[in-house]
């Protein structure tokens, strides 16, 4: 808790606290950290906390805001040497076939980067990702760390639908769609695991944080994988690291 | 239980939204125009955030298989009870048997109708409201039966029409405050912000309104960041978009002007062709 942080009214009752604003992944534990201090302590005009790569917004109920006060007890807070907060942050092993099946935009890569898609697939699945946060769509999760060789521009003009599980890059991004949507991103492989179920109390098993890892799978695994998520008995594998 | 006949051009179950789900990327959803939903909900006697069907520029045609009471708020279209015209903002006895339609669009954009106890269809997330990926249903379909809190008995007609702000659908006045990166505009931009009125563009949805016309921009995109409802955007190509209840739960635009709440409400009930201007 060192950053020199700025406090700005955003709408009547939420607001919005800004890092130095460059992609970092100890603003990012920053970030986390002071977020979870302050959902620790309970403030009751709170209603709801949402961050990014440097910002959070906090949002509170109706009526019960003073932006001077608020913003004061706030700044204490982060100050203020609390108890230890723990994080229990996870990396996950997520399954993704790259094959030309799912891979529609690998071949297009493959020629204009000069590498053979072997060599894509094999840069794209042996980074160690951060979820810097979820957002866009449901369940659709920032990474950060995707191997400069792999960052490809957006296409110019976007897909009118793009699939379910389509594993893709823009810019210098990496990502998930979690379900069939527009998009423009460069579409490398496909993920049979669901990253967003409404039914769930918890609709997203990745947490800000955590860390991703893609294992490429063959279309049988792929196959097989579905099949059991189905029927609702596949076991998606994490570990617990260090917050 | 409603049976839907014709579903109208674009009507859902909404309540006041979903929260506590943003950081999983889940928008907030809800009532369009909360004003008037809650004005159909108060006069009935329900809880505020009692589901309410929010009808978009034409009306739904509805059985009801039930004795109840329901109240309709927000835009006029010419509601009917089984071909009788009825009043807006007053509580309406339903038997049985009776059919809801409605006309011509005489005002206003979305018009909300509350029933006694609310409507309770497949609640996800703590809401009823309807949303693309979360709810199986984003809109309603003609045959679709809607549920009915029915645990409580109707109260006694009791209430006179209520007189409605007049303001809240013919002012072009949207109140706003500035956006985190307003500060970033030059004092030219600032200022001709509030000194020209602006247009709403075709690209208007429960998602988020585009204006038409364009604001000089010379601004980069920012770190992705959290926006909300009411959010004004401002585009590479100088064009400004303002978020609505169904918005993404983070953006790249320079957020420069955030509505007040009750402007999100005011706008909800604007449409393609209608102008506004913004005022600090």
């Known amino acids: 808790m060192i950053y020199k942080l700025t406090y700005k009214l955003f709408s009547e009752r939420s607001v919005l606290i800004e890092w130095p604003a460059i992609i970092d992944e100890n603003i990012l534990n920053d970030v986390i950290l002071f977020k979870e201090k302050i959902r620790n302590n309970k403030i009751k005009e709170i209603v709801e906390l949402k961050h990014a790569y440097n910002s959070l917004l906090v949002i509170c109920g109706d009526d019960c805001f003073v932006f001077g006060t608020f913003k004061k007890k706030l700044q204490k807070l982060y100050t203020q040497k609390g108890p230890h907060v723990e994080l229990r942050l996870k990396k996950w092993e997520i399954p993704v076939c790259y094959d030309d099946v799912f891979g529609i935009d690998l071949g297009e890569m493959a020629l204009e980067k000069n590498m053979s898609k072997k060599s894509i697939i094999e840069l794209h699945s042996k980074t160690v990702y951060t979820v810097y946060f979820i957002g866009f769509l449901p369940g659709f999760m920032y990474l950060g760390g995707l191997n400069r060789k792999l960052h490809t521009p957006r296409k110019s003009t976007p897909r009118s639908r793009i699939v379910k599980g389509a594993v893709a890059i823009g810019g210098k991004q990496t990502g998930v769609y979690p379900n069939e949507s527009p998009g423009g991103w460069n579409i490398i492989g496909n993920s049979p695991i669901e990253f967003f179920n409404p039914k769930n109390a918890i609709p997203c098993f990745a947490n800000a944080g955590d860390k991703i890892i893609f294992k490429s799978v063959s279309i049988k695994e792929y196959k097989d994988i579905k099949m059991l998520i189905d029927a609702g008995v596949y076991q998606l594998e994490s570990e617990v690291i260090d917050g | ?280």
């Open chain 2, 1 to 280: 239980m409603v049976k839907v006949l014709k579903p109208g051009l674009y009507t859902s179950i909404q309540d006041l939204g979903r929260y506590g789900y943003q950081n999983y990327g889940v928008p907030y959803s809800g009532v369009m125009d909360v004003y008037s939903a809650s004005m159909a909900n108060v006069l009935l006697g329900n809880e505020v955030h009692a589901a309410v069907i929010e009808m978009t520029m034409t009306g739904a045609t509805l059985e009801f298989n039930c004795d109840t009471s329901i109240c309709i708020s927000g835009a006029d279209m010419a509601p009917k009870l089984n071909k009788t015209p009825i009043k807006l903002n007053k509580q309406t006895s339903i038997k049985k048997g009776d059919i809801i339609s409605f006309g011509k669009l005489l005002y206003g954009f979305r018009a909300y109708l509350a029933v006694f106890g609310g409507f309770k269809n497949e609640k996800a997330m703590g809401s009823y409201s309807m949303y693309q990926g979360v709810t199986e249903q984003s809109v309603l379909f003609k045959n679709d039966d809607l549920l009915i809190n029915a645990s409580l008995k109707p109260l006694e007609k009791k209430h006179a029409a209520i007189k409605i702000r007049n303001t809240h659908f013919n002012t072009k006045k949207i109140e706003v405050f500035k956006g985190p990166e307003f500060h970033k505009l030059s004092k030219a931009q600032q200022s001709s912000l509030f000194s020209q009125d602006f247009t709403i563009s075709k690209e208007n949805s429960r998602m988020a309104y585009q204006l038409t016309g364009s604001l000089k921009n010379s601004l980069k995109p920012i770190i992705t960041s959290p926006v909300l409802p009411g959010t004004v955007q401002l585009t590479p190509s100088g064009k400004l978009i303002i978020l609505m209840r169904d918005c993404q739960t983070t953006g790249g635009y320079p957020r420069i002007l955030q509505l007040k709440e009750s402007a999100i409400n005011i706008l909800a009930q604007k449409f393609t062709g209608d102008m506004i201007r913004f005022s600090l």
